[in-house]
Structures are given as structure tokens and as C-alpha cells.
């Protein structure tokens, strides 16, 4: 049994619960700990709310899931039926300040118009407050622009749609398209358009002092892309005993050396942080990848090595693989080999096909599907993921 079902350790709290409605489990991972007053403590989990392929059913809903950080909700994904998924689950859609997209597939872009629209009526205006970032491939700006003109839709809201470029090879030839044409009577704020960089063989999203996001590229019938959203190394501990013997009070001054910032004593002596800074803790690593058969390049396993959490699509079980392939989709065993090659402590399967029920229930057993998985691994942790599932990315400690 997974250690993310075992008895819980102490600290934790691991609660699962059946639906009354007759909707798929809930599971949730609770964790209590006592975070300090550091702007790196932060709380993360991801709630997958639509775990299907190809259509939304009453038992899986289309692809969409959030990271959630510090109460601020990212959403990677957006098929149709996503806002409803958002009022069936314990998230606040209002809270969601960026938008990511994996690629242009109907299941996975059908929800966002309407979720768009949905938050326009429930907002007030706020010229102060910054616009929704929406990332994700070309011509998705023209998708979002064209629905809302076409249907009279005027947003109380800015947002800023910014397109990454894609690259002839992530798709079969025939079914690469240039979108570059779009855009170019647009009158509204553009955002930025990403090329890969040649030398990273990624794009670089964001970046701030916490965090870090980057996308790669995947193969599929269309192209599609994965995202890496990696913390930042917290400062270690500080060695208050060494300070102290160096004849600095607690204070101000522990606050600086904390922040990274060197110190000068009265004496005249430096104190670097380095002296009294343990080691540096390692941030978490989140990598979501969109449908694929594949990866195109090789940043993607550099970018996902070691990722606590590795979302990766199995639509259809070991024994399609061909088929699988064919559509540019991937199986467990081939989220696997690609778990394992990345070293990922934990794999989470989504995107299943309508015939994989949640519980068993459907034409096929998708507990079968968690076993095929789990035999191409070194013992790294697999779970299934089921709609309203929640996840939760406890902090790393400092060795």
C-alpha cells in the first residue's frame, strides 16, 4: 500500500470519504505543521478536478487540476465543465491568478471561456489589481479573444494571454499549423510570445525569489508542452550558539544574515551568512506535463529530475499501447519508464480514458492500471488520480 494511504505519521491527518452523490471519491491529505514566519513556509497541494480524456462524464470530468500555494491558485488546464467542477470542490475560483495551458485539444481549452466569464460576474472591479496571466501555446490568445467577441462577452478584468511558440517536431507534420498570423490585427495587450531557448532547450515563464516556472516540450498529435514549477532553496537554519559566540544578540541583525545580507559587527569583524547558515533546504519540484507519447528534447529530464510530484497522462492501459501511441497518448508503463528516468519520488496517473471508472466501476479495471505502472518502478509511490482529489506537497526538511 502506498505510504500516501498508510496510517498516518503523527502530524498527519489522512481522511477518505465517499461521496453521498454517488460522485467519485474525495480524498484529501492533511498536514498540521508549524510553519515559521518566512516567506518560503508555504503550503502547497494540488487538487486534480477533471481526470478524463476526451469528455467530461458524471464520473471524470474533463482535464483540469490546481496547484494551490499559499491560498493562490494556479490552473493547469481547463476543459469544459471546469467551473463546475471548481463550485463542486473546497477551492475559491477567485483566487486563481494564472492560467496554464498544455495545448489546444478541445478537452482541455472548451472550459475556459465560459470560467472566464463565470469569474467576470462574481468580481468588482480593481484597477490596482494585476491582470490574470494565461500561458500556453500559439493561437490560444485568438481562442480566447475570438469566444468572447463572438458571443458579446466583455470582461470586468484584465488578463494577458502569453503564447509559447512551438517547434515543427512536437507533432506529426501534417498536423503542425502556424498560428503566428493571428495575432497581428490585434488591438488588445498582447502579453509575450516565448521561443524556446536554444541553449536551455525550455521556456522560461516566470521567475521571482521564491519560485521558478519552465516549460518543455511534448510530442503529440498537436503540439503540447509540460510544466516544471520549482521552489527556490529556503536558507538554512541559523546557528544561534555560533552568533551568540561571536558576540551577536538576537536582533535585527539575525533577520539580515537570514535574508542572506552580511553583517559588520562594532569591531569591524564580517559576518558572511555562510558562517552561520546551515545548509540550504531544498524547494519542491511540481512537473505537469499535458498529453504526450513522448518528450522532444532533452531539457525535459533534466527539468523533472527528482520532481516530488511528477502528473503524467495514461490513457489507456499496457495492453493499447499501440494504439496509445497512435494517438499520441501515453499508457502507465510509459509513465513509468519516464517516472523512473526522472527519479520522481511520486507519480500521478490522470487523463484516463472514460472506460477507466474511478473505484472500479467502469469496462475496465483501472486498479490494473496502478499495478502496471508500479512494476516499472523502483518502488516510487503511484497514485491514481480521481476528480476532487487532493494532494498535498509537505515542505522538505534541511538535513
Same mark, same amino acid.
Given at each position: 500500500?502506498?505510504?500516501?494511504?498508510?496510517?498516518?505519521?503523527?502530524?498527519?491527518?489522512?481522511?477518505?470519504?465517499?461521496?453521498?452523490?454517488?460522485?467519485?471519491? /474525495?480524498?484529501?491529505?492533511?498536514?498540521?505543521?508549524?510553519?515559521?514566519?518566512?516567506?518560503?513556509?508555504?503550503?502547497?497541494?494540488?487538487?486534480?478536478?477533471?481526470?478524463?480524456?476526451? %469528455?467530461?462524464?458524471?464520473?471524470?470530468?474533463?482535464? $483540469? @487540476?490546481?496547484?494551490?500555494?499559499?491560498?493562490?491558485?494556479?490552473?493547469?488546464? !481547463?476543459?469544459?465543465?471546469?467551473? &463546475?467542477?471548481?463550485?463542486?470542490?473546497?477551492?475559491? *475560483?477567485?483566487?486563481?491568478?494564472?492560467?496554464?495551458?498544455?495545448?489546444?485539444?478541445?478537452?482541455?481549452?472548451?472550459?475556459?471561456?465560459?470560467? @472566464? !466569464?463565470?469569474?467576470?460576474?462574481?468580481?468588482?472591479?480593481?484597477?490596482?489589481?494585476?491582470? @490574470?496571466?494565461? %500561458?500556453?501555446?500559439?493561437?490560444?490568445?485568438?481562442?480566447?479573444?475570438?469566444?468572447?467577441?463572438?458571443?458579446?462577452?466583455?470582461?470586468?478584468?484584465?488578463?494577458?494571454?502569453?503564447?509559447?511558440?512551438? &517547434?515543427?517536431?512536437? !507533432?506529426?507534420?501534417?498536423?503542425?499549423?502556424?498560428?503566428?498570423? @493571428?495575432?497581428?490585427?490585434?488591438?488588445?495587450?498582447?502579453?509575450?510570445?516565448?521561443?524556446?531557448?536554444?541553449? /536551455?532547450?525550455?521556456?522560461?515563464?516566470?521567475?521571482?525569489?521564491?519560485?521558478?516556472?519552465?516549460?518543455?516540450?511534448?510530442?503529440?498529435?498537436?503540439?503540447?508542452?509540460?510544466?516544471?514549477?520549482?521552489?527556490?532553496?529556503?536558507?538554512?537554519?541559523?546557528?544561534?550558539?555560533?552568533?551568540?559566540?561571536?558576540?551577536?544578540?538576537?536582533?535585527?541583525? %539575525?533577520?539580515?544574515?537570514?535574508?542572506?545580507?552580511?553583517?559588520?559587527? /562594532?569591531?569591524?569583524?564580517?559576518?558572511?551568512?555562510?558562517?552561520?547558515?546551515?545548509? *540550504?533546504?531544498?524547494?519542491? +519540484?511540481?512537473?505537469?506535463?499535458?498529453?504526450?507519447?513522448?518528450?522532444?528534447?532533452?531539457? *525535459?529530464?533534466?527539468?523533472?529530475?527528482?520532481?516530488?510530484?511528477?502528473?503524467?497522462? $495514461?490513457?489507456?492501459?499496457?495492453?493499447?499501447? /499501440?494504439? *496509445?501511441?497512435?494517438?499520441?497518448?501515453?499508457?502507465?508503463?510509459?509513465?513509468?519508464?519516464?517516472?523512473?528516468? !526522472?527519479? $520522481?519520488?511520486?507519480?500521478?496517473?490522470?487523463?484516463?480514458?472514460?472506460? %477507466?471508472?474511478?473505484?472500479?466501476?467502469?469496462? $475496465?479495471?483501472?486498479?490494473?492500471?496502478?499495478?502496471?505502472?508500479?512494476?516499472?518502478?523502483?518502488?516510487?509511490?503511484? &497514485?491514481?488520480?480521481?476528480?476532487?482529489? &487532493?494532494?498535498?506537497?509537505?515542505?522538505?526538511?534541511? +538535513?
Amino acid at each position: 500500500m502506498s505510504r500516501w494511504f498508510s496510517k498516518p505519521k503523527p502530524k498527519r491527518r489522512f481522511t477518505r470519504r465517499s461521496a453521498s452523490n454517488g460522485f467519485p471519491v /474525495e480524498a484529501e491529505i492533511h498536514l498540521k505543521t508549524r510553519w515559521r514566519a518566512d516567506v518560503f513556509k508555504m503550503s502547497m497541494d494540488i487538487t486534480f478536478l477533471g481526470t478524463g480524456s476526451a %469528455y467530461p462524464s458524471p464520473t471524470r470530468g474533463a482535464s $483540469a @487540476l490546481v496547484l494551490r500555494r499559499e491560498g493562490e491558485c494556479w490552473l493547469f488546464d !481547463c476543459g469544459e465543465g471546469t467551473q &463546475t467542477q471548481f463550485m463542486r470542490s473546497h477551492l475559491r *475560483a477567485g483566487r486563481i491568478t494564472k492560467i496554464f495551458i498544455t495545448h489546444l485539444h478541445g478537452d482541455h481549452i472548451f472550459g475556459l471561456p465560459g470560467l @472566464l !466569464c463565470t469569474l467576470s460576474l462574481q468580481v468588482n472591479p480593481d484597477p490596482s489589481k494585476p491582470p @490574470l496571466d494565461i %500561458y500556453g501555446p500559439l493561437g490560444l490568445r485568438c481562442f480566447i479573444r475570438k469566444s468572447l467577441e463572438l458571443s458579446h462577452s466583455q470582461l470586468l478584468f484584465p488578463y494577458v494571454v502569453h503564447e509559447l511558440v512551438p &517547434t515543427p517536431d512536437q !507533432c506529426p507534420a501534417e498536423e503542425f499549423r502556424d498560428f503566428s498570423c @493571428l495575432d497581428e490585427v490585434s488591438q488588445v495587450a498582447q502579453g509575450r510570445i516565448l521561443h524556446l531557448d536554444p541553449v /536551455e532547450n525550455s521556456y522560461l515563464l516566470l521567475e521571482d525569489e521564491q519560485l521558478v516556472v519552465k516549460a518543455f516540450r511534448l510530442f503529440h498529435r498537436i503540439p503540447s508542452f509540460g510544466f516544471v514549477v520549482e521552489e527556490k532553496p529556503r536558507p538554512g537554519k541559523l546557528n544561534v550558539q555560533k552568533l551568540k559566540d561571536l558576540g551577536v544578540q538576537p536582533g535585527p541583525l %539575525y533577520g539580515k544574515l537570514k535574508n542572506g545580507t552580511s553583517i559588520v559587527l /562594532e569591531n569591524g569583524v564580517t559576518i558572511s551568512p555562510s558562517d552561520v547558515l546551515e545548509n *540550504a533546504i531544498p524547494g519542491r +519540484k511540481i512537473c505537469i506535463l499535458g498529453d504526450c507519447s513522448g518528450t522532444v528534447g532533452d531539457a *525535459a529530464a533534466k527539468l523533472c529530475y527528482g520532481a516530488d510530484v511528477l502528473v503524467h497522462e $495514461a490513457t489507456l492501459d499496457d495492453t493499447q499501447e /499501440e494504439k *496509445a501511441r497512435e494517438h499520441g497518448h501515453s499508457t502507465p508503463r510509459m509513465a513509468a519508464a519516464w517516472a523512473k528516468r !526522472c527519479k $520522481a519520488e511520486k507519480l500521478v496517473l490522470t487523463h484516463f480514458s472514460q472506460r %477507466y471508472k474511478p473505484g472500479g466501476d467502469g469496462d $475496465a479495471d483501472v486498479a490494473e492500471m496502478k499495478r502496471q505502472a508500479e512494476s516499472g518502478l523502483d518502488g516510487q509511490e503511484v &497514485t491514481l488520480a480521481e476528480d476532487l482529489m &487532493t494532494i498535498e506537497i509537505p515542505m522538505k526538511k534541511g +538535513k
